[in-house]
């Protein structure tokens, strides 16, 4: 999750007038196939609408009668949660904008990315923005190299966009930025000034950012303590190549997400009508239970603790998740996520996976924590770095940048 | 909707058992309308073919007990795996039968009596080995002269090696016995086990499976059914998952065949034979027994222990340590315990 935002920052500063503005999107493979059938309509109709419209009876189904979910679902297109604010409220491109997107997307494609060590066209090599590059081009999985029709995945507000924040969240989260632009303060990466006096102060929440101190291992991001992949996952490009693994039986849906360069985890959804485990349990993928209403699996998650933030969301988050065979190829995923704590009303966002080939689709445990020698390195070597400015061998670590590094061009 | 219980005469009513065995009450109150139809239909349709599957799989004879018990069944007619399962055996700790004992032990008066040593001794009861009479067929576990001494070693040394202490992955078989729960997911042409401990899980691909990628903490695992018996392939671990507290390890080389047999509706007979030639003079095989979770509120939770292993494995690099030198009527724990020299952890 916070990889992913993390590459979408990135991307973003790779790309930001092109991308933001013309909205790449999820594949959606029924659109394609109805695109296929109605290539010589002006206006093709959008991947959604397409979908809903199949009859139910093309759905495969389990031995038991069952829509069955089961396979290996991805998708090598990039949609953005959020809308740009030019399309308004338009769920879905127009033609015209839809091939600029694709043309755009090539040109991207063709860029050098992260492995370029240049930041505002002046060579960065040897400066700590070069050093703090912990990923080059290659951890970032194939391009996209299709597009739908959608303007964003949130289909509801209709504007495509996450809802204001309450005025408590905002005033959370406010904090939490000063606090990390407290810990900048007087570095290249931060705002002038001399070394902050909150340096030592604790962070405002269970820090799961990248902030710029490593006096505790809880001063690290999440995922550099390899804590995986949080909930909801968007198959997003972002996710560096996510594929999501079903199996299905009539009293379980059981989810391999191999997302987020080896924060891949498995999620077991019971399908039960037992309640919600008792409140004081709080886990870091929440307390899931199924249901069908239909054809669609109808996952209810709660029981959030505060070590996961989706957009601010923290132990609050309540998520819905629907799961639809749509036809032979596709899988609709959407959630609804509310919070009264964090956002002035509930919002929705849709993928459509595309089935992948099982035979070349490769599913690999994450094994992020088993390798986790950078936890280890980052602690080590601030310890080595406090020593040699003591011996009068180096500069304070708190006037060194070790947060902010991460895009090239930026 | 009628129960799935012995006194429903017929075929159909067993095959319709066959057919909602897997799901919990609630389950079945879920499924509404669309899914009774189909549970009709398959009555009616299938009752030819539901006469003969039945006389091949309607019962199965547990030798052990005397008793005809009911085999629960999927849709398709394979012994119903589904669930939430766990060992009660002590085969985590110590696999060959053994007594209790200390955790971490040191010399005490008595030769063959250890005492509870540092870091266990202020755990007192809690920090023994549950005694068990093993699980390894015969007793013994065949290793290889030059094998035999590193179990030793490792055995000494266990809590800087046992990837189990650092919360890692634990390998197969070993995942099987920790004493957690871990559920399976019984798929149509996969069978998914998700293990609370560590977050682990493992595919087991029925009939045709991908090339296996890389060797893995949790193996490539491929099954086939011989009758009622899940019989499953494992291949392509790496050689850093342990089989127990006690030391006992394996090499890449190691090939694992697990045998998965109903005996009862809520509980698997579970063999596994290991061979490693680089490690065991011969193949050996351990024999348990994984019971059904039948709690109203089973359920699978993470035993999420990342961050909680950090403090025993990072501690010391924080930039003010947690561990102060304890002193008053406090009880002073003054723990010593050197790492060795090829056991820090980035030199593995």
Redesign the interface.
């Known amino acids: 999750m916070r990889a992913r935002a993390r590459f979408l920052t990135l991307l973003g500063a790779l790309t930001a007038a092109t991308i933001s503005a013309l909205a790449l999107q999820d594949v959606a493979v029924a659109g394609q196939a109805d695109r296929q059938r109605t290539a010589a309509a002006p206006a093709p109709r959008p991947a959604g609408q397409a979908a809903a419209a199949r009859p139910a009876a093309k759905v495969p189904r389990?031995?038991?009668?069952?829509p069955?979910l089961?396979g290996l679902w991805n998708t090598n297109t990039l949609v953005p949660l959020e809308r740009s604010r030019e399309f308004g409220t338009r769920a879905f491109m127009t033609q015209e904008e839809h091939a600029k997107a694709l043309a755009d997307l090539q040109l991207r494609n063709q860029r050098p990315g992260r492995d370029s060590r240049t930041v505002a066209g002046q060579s960065a090599v040897g400066t700590e923005k070069d050093v703090a590059r912990a990923y080059n081009e290659f951890w970032f999985g194939d391009k996209p190299t299709k597009l739908s029709m959608r303007t964003s995945m949130i289909t509801d507000p209709a504007d495509g966009r996450i809802p204001p924040y309450t005025p408590e969240a905002a005033r959370r989260i406010a904090d939490k930025r000063e606090f990390l632009a407290a810990l900048l303060q007087g570095t290249s990466g931060g705002r002038p000034g001399p070394i902050s006096p909150r340096r030592a102060d604790p962070s405002p929440d269970y820090n799961l950012d990248r902030i710029n101190r490593?006096?505790?291992?809880?001063d690290r991001g999440g995922p550099e303590?390899?804590?995986?992949s949080e909930l909801p996952v968007t198959m997003g490009t972002g996710t560096f190549g996510g594929v999501m693994?079903i199996?299905?039986?009539?009293?379980?849906?059981?989810i391999?997400y191999d997302v987020g360069q080896g924060s891949g985890?498995?999620?077991?959804i019971?399908?039960?009508?037992?309640p919600h485990?008792p409140k004081n349990?709080q886990?870091?993928?929440g307390?899931a239970i199924g249901?069908?209403?239909?054809?669609t699996l109808v996952v209810d998650v709660t029981n959030f603790s505060d070590?996961t933030n989706f957009h601010g969301s923290r132990e609050n988050l309540h998520l819905i998740q629907r799961f639809r065979r749509v036809d032979a190829n596709t899988l609709s995923v959407e959630f609804t996520a509310e919070d009264p704590t964090t956002w002035t009303r509930p919002w929705t966002a849709i993928q459509e996976l595309e089935k992948a080939d099982?035979?070349?689709?490769?599913?690999?445990?994450g094994?992020c924590?088993?390798g986790n020698?950078g936890?280890?390195g980052m602690?080590?070597n601030?310890?080595a770095a406090?020593k040699a400015f003591a011996e009068g061998k180096g500069p304070d670590p708190a006037t060194q940048d070790n947060a902010t590094g991460g895009g090239a061009e930026n | 909707m009628p129960n799935c219980t012995d006194d429903m005469p017929g075929h159909a009513s067993e095959l319709f058992c066959a057919i909602i065995a897997p799901q919990s009450a609630a389950t079945r109150q879920n499924w509404s309308g669309e899914a009774d139809m189909r549970i009709r239909l398959n009555r009616l349709s299938g009752a030819a073919a539901g006469a003969a599957a039945i006389a091949v799989f309607g019962l199965t004879v547990i030798q052990t007990t005397g008793q005809a018990v009911r085999t629960p069944r999927t849709a398709d007619g394979k012994p119903n795996l589904n669930g939430i399962w766990q060992v009660t055996n002590t085969a985590n700790w110590d696999l060959l039968a053994h007594t209790v004992r200390p955790a971490v032990a040191q010399p005490g008066v008595y030769a063959n009596h250890s005492v509870l040593a540092a870091p266990v001794v202020a755990l007192g009861a809690a920090g023994l080995v549950p005694p068990g009479p093993g699980v390894v067929e015969g007793n013994e576990i065949p290793y290889k002269p030059e094998a035999a001494a590193r179990k030793r070693d490792n055995a000494e040394h266990w809590l800087d090696r046992d990837p189990e202490v650092r919360c890692y992955m634990p390998g197969i078989p070993r995942a099987m016995y920790m004493p957690y729960p871990f559920q399976i997911t019984q798929g149509t042409n996969k069978i998914q086990m998700v293990f609370a401990f560590a977050n682990a899980s493992r595919t087991i691909y029925i009939g045709a499976a991908p090339d296996p990628p890389a060797d893995k903490w949790m193996g490539h695992s491929v099954g086939r059914w011989e009758g009622n018996t899940l019989v499953v392939d494992v291949t392509d671990l790496n050689d850093r998952s342990w089989l127990s507290r006690s030391g006992d390890f394996h090499s890449d080389a190691l090939h694992l065949v697990e045998r998965f047999t109903p005996i009862t509706p809520d509980a698997l007979r579970y063999e596994v034979t290991v061979e490693d030639p680089n490690v065991f003079t011969r193949p050996w095989k351990m024999n348990m027994v994984l019971y059904r979770q039948l709690e109203d509120n089973a359920a699978l939770i993470d035993y999420r222990c990342i961050e909680l292993v950090e403090e025993t494995f990072l501690g010391h690099l924080r930039k003010d340590q947690l561990v102060k030198h304890w002193e008053g009527d406090t009880i002073i724990l003054d723990v010593t315990r050197r790492v060795q020299p090829g056991d820090k952890r980035y030199e593995r």
């Open positions: 389990t031995p038991w009668g069952a069955d089961q490593s006096d505790n291992t809880e303590r390899c804590f995986g693994q199996v299905q039986a009539p009293d379980s849906v059981s391999y985890f498995a999620w077991v019971p399908i039960t009508n037992r485990l349990i886990l870091y993928r307390d249901r069908w209403e239909g054809g070590e099982e035979k070349t689709t490769l599913v690999l445990e094994g924590h088993e020698y936890l280890l602690m080590l601030t310890r406090e």
